[in-house]
């Protein structure tokens, strides 16, 4: 097993190398490793989704890409290299430019993490301001160009998270996470909370943004039929320790991992009446 | 085929927004909306967010009343169970279960509790000896191991408490279970373990369920019929299998094309349908027109007339 993830998890031309990355919880009864030595790369322009069951780790790997891991977590071991540098050595003012302008998150919840009282304007201009230091009518300029990468009309720039659909939101939080180029997108179950429709139209588009501008994305979720269709690569995490890596395509058809092909097997795929119209016996 | 236990009947429900200081208008939530359900079936009741199916269950269980049209239960319409009694003999026969398992049971109780009250409230039991023989039994037939009685929902996984909360609502001896999104907060993982699970009630208890979701593919994997609904309309109806592969409604169809296809990446997506969202926004709009003629497509597959012009 170990010989298939050696010659998956890395990549020629990584943008991020993860390397023996150890993460505890410390609790009462001891440490408890949430994740086990983890190694894998994410290359220039890839999608490379991290698949598992809750609790398995894969958000505590997200958090600790750019050191964003609270207390009682923390990295027992491991390097992480981005571009070239170190983010475990990082200080925290280089920590605070770096994220956000090379590294944005997003989150699940994503349509909570707007503020809610402040208008949409408001929000783009903050990252805009903060980390490249427009003024007011360079951000509004910039956040408009964005709002029509994801769909939404001009106009609406003014208006308050809560007059914005869920699905709506999420993208705007998208775009927001787009304002400043980053070099790798974070996107922690983006869709989850969405119905399929909006999610389907959400994912084209991210896949689309990729292609125009080249960003890398790790994308995680559990949900694996989503994750072949839209990843290059993908990692299958269990219990903290990745189980398998590969392309997506192999994932799909060709799993190696016991574990893998069980979580094929526990759900059901309904495009296969389509395919096989005349074995269905129901 | 047997008469079926509830029957809704062109049933509206209209909301009143705003109201106090601003302007109040009312808002159609359900636009005479009827279907059936049987004992040891399974109607799944599909549609996005917002388009009135929880509204379905919350006015069979009689949390709010129907602005128009009736809800049958063994024939006898809904509104007229007034007294203490006959609504207590009501909600034992019909049955909730909600998606989110966390918020549904009290943090503060151990399993035990959870399950003794409804023996005790509806009076399924003779004595209080019958108690223990009786949980037993129930977390036997949702297949929960015999120490997670004395467990506090915190120490259960989303699965375990969705089977305390299943368990809940065999214990009152239900008919009908109405299972709002059941599986849809626990992991793809432990889904079919659940699905697997009200599949068995229904068929060795005779249990008969609403399966309300926005996932065609656990739709499919339950369900012997189908009703696909947009903005509080129900815009095709019939067996599940029949519905799936021969979908005639473009709102079916743009709900089936939305599901992941495991075989079908974007990369060749984005090519063949480049303009998905446009699209959708416009299968939506047409969705929305309020229709009342509908046309039968197979023996139990009947689909709304939808005009080709927006």
Same mark, same amino acid.
């Given at each position: 097993?170990?010989?298939?993830?050696?010659?998956?998890?890395?990549?020629?031309? /990584?943008?991020?190398?993860?390397?023996?990355?150890?993460?505890?919880?410390?609790?009462?009864?001891?440490?408890?490793?949430?994740?086990?030595?983890?190694?894998?790369?994410?290359?220039?322009?890839?999608?490379?989704?991290?698949?598992?069951?809750?609790?398995?780790?894969?958000?505590?790997?997200?958090?600790?890409?750019?050191?964003?891991?609270?207390?009682?977590?923390?990295?027992?071991?491991?390097?992480?290299?981005?571009?070239?540098?170190?983010?475990?050595?990082?200080?925290?003012?280089?920590?605070?430019?770096?994220?956000?302008?090379?590294?944005?998150?997003?989150?699940?919840?994503?349509?909570?993490?707007?503020?809610?009282?402040?208008?949409?304007?408001?929000?783009?201009?903050?990252?805009?301001?903060?980390?490249?230091?427009?003024?007011?009518?360079?951000?509004?300029?910039?956040?408009?160009?964005?709002?029509?990468?994801?769909? @939404?009309?001009?106009?609406?720039?003014?208006?308050?998270?809560?007059?914005?659909?869920?699905?709506?939101?999420?993208?705007?939080?998208?775009?927001?996470?787009?304002?400043?180029?980053?070099?790798?997108?974070?996107?922690?179950? /983006?869709?989850?909370?969405?119905?399929?429709?909006?999610?389907?139209?959400?994912?084209?588009?991210?896949?689309?943004?990729?292609?125009?501008?080249?960003?890398?994305?790790?994308?995680?979720?559990?949900?694996?039929?989503?994750?072949?269709?839209?990843?290059?690569?993908?990692?299958?995490?269990?219990?903290?320790?990745?189980?398998?890596?590969?392309?997506?395509?192999?994932?799909?058809?060709?799993?190696?991992? $016991?574990?893998?092909?069980?979580?094929?097997? *526990?759900?059901?795929?309904?495009?296969?009446?389509?395919?096989?119209?005349?074995?269905?016996?129901? | 085929?047997?008469?079926?236990?509830?029957?809704?009947?062109?049933?509206?429900?209209?909301?009143?927004?705003?109201?106090?200081?601003?302007?109040?208008?009312?808002?159609?939530?359900?636009?005479?909306?009827?279907?059936?359900?049987?004992?040891?079936?399974?109607?799944?009741?599909?549609?996005? *967010?917002?388009?009135?199916?929880?509204?379905?269950?919350?006015?069979?269980?009689?949390?709010?009343?129907?602005?128009?049209?009736?809800?049958?239960?063994?024939?006898?319409?809904?509104?007229? @169970?007034?007294?203490?009694?006959?609504?207590?003999?009501?909600?034992?026969?019909?049955?909730?279960?909600?998606?989110?398992?966390?918020?549904?049971?009290?943090?503060?109780?151990?399993?035990?509790?959870?399950?003794?009250?409804?023996?005790? @409230?509806? &009076?399924?039991?003779?004595?209080?000896?019958?108690? =223990?023989?009786?949980?037993?039994?129930?977390?036997?037939?949702?297949?929960? *191991?015999?120490?997670?009685?004395?467990?506090?929902?915190?120490?259960?996984?989303?699965?375990?408490?969705?089977?305390?909360?299943?368990?809940?609502?065999?214990?009152?001896?239900?008919?009908?279970?109405?299972?709002?999104? /059941?599986?849809?907060?626990?992991?793809?993982?432990?889904?079919?373990?659940?699905?697997?699970?009200?599949?068995?009630?229904?068929?060795?208890?005779?249990?008969?369920?609403?399966?309300?979701?926005?996932?065609?593919?656990?739709?499919?994997?339950?369900?012997?019929?189908?009703?696909?609904?947009?903005?509080?309309?129900?815009?095709?109806?019939?067996?599940?299998? *029949?519905?799936?592969?021969? $979908?005639?409604?473009?709102?079916?169809?743009?709900?089936?094309?939305?599901? =992941?296809?495991?075989?079908?990446?974007?990369?060749?997506?984005?090519?063949?349908? /480049?303009?998905?969202?446009?699209?959708?926004?416009?299968?939506?709009?047409?969705?929305?027109?309020?229709?009342?003629?509908?046309?039968?497509?197979? =023996?139990?597959?009947?689909? &709304?007339?939808?005009? &080709?012009?927006?």
């Amino acid at each position: 097993m170990d010989g298939i993830k050696v010659n998956h998890a890395y990549h020629n031309d /990584p943008i991020i190398q993860i390397r023996d990355l150890c993460v505890d919880y410390i609790t009462d009864n001891g440490d408890f490793n949430a994740v086990k030595s983890v190694s894998f790369d994410i290359g220039k322009g890839e999608i490379f989704g991290l698949a598992g069951e809750s609790g398995c780790g894969k958000s505590t790997i997200a958090f600790s890409i750019n050191r964003l891991h609270k207390p009682p977590a923390f990295i027992s071991g491991g390097k992480i290299w981005f571009d070239g540098k170190d983010i475990l050595s990082l200080s925290d003012a280089e920590l605070t430019a770096l994220r956000w302008s090379e590294i944005s998150m997003v989150f699940q919840s994503a349509m909570n993490s707007l503020n809610p009282v402040l208008t949409i304007q408001e929000q783009f201009s903050d990252v805009l301001r903060h980390h490249q230091g427009f003024t007011n009518d360079q951000a509004k300029d910039r956040a408009e160009k964005l709002l029509d990468l994801v769909n @939404i009309p001009r106009g609406r720039l003014t208006e308050y998270p809560h007059q914005f659909s869920g699905g709506m939101r999420q993208r705007l939080v998208i775009a927001i996470a787009l304002s400043l180029n980053p070099k790798l997108i974070i996107m922690d179950e /983006p869709t989850t909370a969405l119905d399929v429709v909006v999610q389907r139209e959400i994912l084209q588009q991210i896949y689309q943004l990729r292609e125009e501008f080249g960003f890398s994305v790790l994308f995680i979720t559990h949900d694996l039929a989503l994750m072949s269709q839209l990843c290059d690569r993908i990692a299958i995490m269990r219990n903290g320790e990745i189980v398998e890596v590969n392309q997506a395509y192999e994932i799909r058809n060709n799993p190696q991992h $016991p574990y893998t092909q069980k979580l094929w097997a *526990s759900f059901p795929n309904i495009h296969d009446v389509h395919k096989q119209p005349d074995q269905q016996g129901i | 085929m047997s008469q079926p236990i509830i029957q809704m009947k062109n049933v509206i429900k209209e909301f009143k927004i705003g109201g106090g200081l601003a302007k109040e208008e009312t808002f159609r939530a359900l636009q005479s909306v009827s279907f059936d359900l049987y004992a040891g079936k399974t109607l799944a009741l599909v549609g996005e *967010s917002g388009c009135g199916k929880s509204t379905c269950a919350r006015l069979i269980t009689k949390v709010y009343p129907a602005t128009e049209g009736e809800i049958l239960f063994n024939g006898t319409n809904i509104n007229e @169970i007034t007294s203490r009694s006959a609504l207590r003999e009501y909600r034992s026969k019909v049955q909730m279960v909600f998606q989110d398992p966390f918020g549904s049971l009290n943090p503060t109780h151990t399993v035990y509790h959870h399950l003794t009250r409804p023996l005790k @409230i509806h &009076k399924q039991i003779k004595s209080k000896r019958d108690i =223990p023989l009786r949980l037993k039994a129930l977390l036997k037939q949702v297949e929960l *191991s015999g120490d997670t009685l004395h467990k506090f929902p915190y120490e259960l996984s989303g699965g375990q408490r969705q089977r305390v909360n299943l368990a809940r609502a065999l214990a009152v001896g239900s008919q009908i279970i109405l299972a709002d999104e /059941p599986t849809s907060m626990l992991d793809v993982s432990i889904r079919l373990g659940i699905l697997n699970l009200m599949q068995r009630m229904k068929k060795e208890l005779g249990i008969g369920f609403l399966y309300i979701t926005h996932d065609l593919a656990t739709a499919h994997y339950i369900a012997e019929e189908t009703a696909v609904m947009y903005k509080g309309q129900i815009v095709e109806w019939g067996d599940t299998d *029949s519905i799936l592969k021969n $979908p005639q409604h473009p709102y079916t169809k743009l709900l089936i094309s939305a599901v =992941p296809d495991p075989d079908l990446p974007f990369g060749n997506l984005v090519k063949s349908e /480049p303009n998905y969202s446009i699209d959708a926004d416009e299968i939506r709009s047409r969705s929305s027109i309020i229709i009342d003629e509908f046309d039968q497509i197979g =023996p139990n597959h009947y689909v &709304k007339q939808c005009t &080709k012009a927006a």
